[in-house]
T-cell receptor
Framework: AQSVAQPEDQVNVAEGNPLTVKCTYS??????LFWYVQYPNRGLQFLLK??????LVKGSYGFEAEFNKSQTSFHLKKPSALVSDSALYFCAVRDKGNTGKLIFGQGTTLQVKP | ETGVTQTPRHLVMGMTNKKSLKCEQHLGHNAMYWYKQSAKKPLELMFVYNFKEQTENNSVPSRFSPECPNSSHLFLHLHTLQPEDSALYLC?????????????FGEGSRLTVL
């Protein structure tokens, strides 16, 4: 079965510092990986995805993610964190079957302090 | 604005009530989804529709009844719910069920069952 894991419930970082939110995956074959962000009392917003090609994927709001096949990881990164980046972040993998459903990790709360 | 609109945003109901959640997408997508988001739990896929046909029912209790009259609208009919059904219900759409496309989420309907 396909799955993703986000090992950290919460990540704390100071504004202006680089941030990393970790994600590892378990799939058969090539993975299709996604990152979403959820602000309080809002739905999920798409940030970026990896389907194929360059291992470094750039997305919205200055975020990027690096696909690492040997480590089965897809960590989300940003060179300089903003207080407004504070939110709940979800990693997801797309099911290879006919349903096309997204399978989500448990989420990581990012707290950026001034 | 993601192009996916959910109503109502908040709903309080008793266990004997019957209510419905509505989702409408203006993106021309063909696949629509219901997810349940409870506190401290991963997002749970409930139902998937593709071209108005239900393609996945993720062992959801029968007190939740989905309806998809066309590719733009998705409903979730609720009756005799339990307090543990209190959660944020998220609707999403995608172009189709292909593995590479991202999902677009609505803002969610916050349901409280008394």
């Amino acid at each position: 079965a396909q799955s993703v894991a986000q090992p950290e419930d919460q990540v704390n970082v100071a504004e202006g510092n680089p941030l990393t939110v970790k994600c590892t995956y378990s799939v058969s074959g090539n993975p299709y990986l996604f990152w979403y962000v959820q602000y309080p009392n809002r739905g999920l917003q798409f940030l970026l995805k990896y389907i194929t090609g360059d291992n470094l994927v750039k997305g919205s709001y200055g975020f990027e993610a690096e696909f690492n096949k040997s480590q089965t990881s897809f960590h989300l990164k940003k060179p300089s964190a903003l207080v407004s980046d504070s939110a709940l972040y979800f990693c997801a993998v797309r099911d290879k079957g006919n349903t096309g459903k997204l399978i989500f990790g448990q989420g990581t709360t990012l707290q950026v302090k001034p | 604005e993601t192009g996916v609109t959910q109503t109502p945003r908040h709903l309080v109901m008793g266990m004997t009530n019957k209510k419905s959640l509505k989702c409408e997408q203006h993106l021309g997508h063909n696949a629509m989804y219901w997810y349940k988001q409870s506190a401290k739990k991963p997002l749970e896929l409930m139902f998937v529709y593709n071209f108005k046909e239900q393609t996945e029912n993720n062992s959801v209790p029968s007190r939740f009844s989905p309806e998809c009259p066309n590719s733009s609208h998705l409903f979730l009919h609720l009756h005799t719910l339990q307090p543990e059904d209190s959660a944020l219900y998220l609707c999403a759409s995608s172009q189709d069920r292909s593995n590479t496309g991202e999902l677009f989420f609505g803002e969610g309907s916050r349901l409280t069952v008394l």
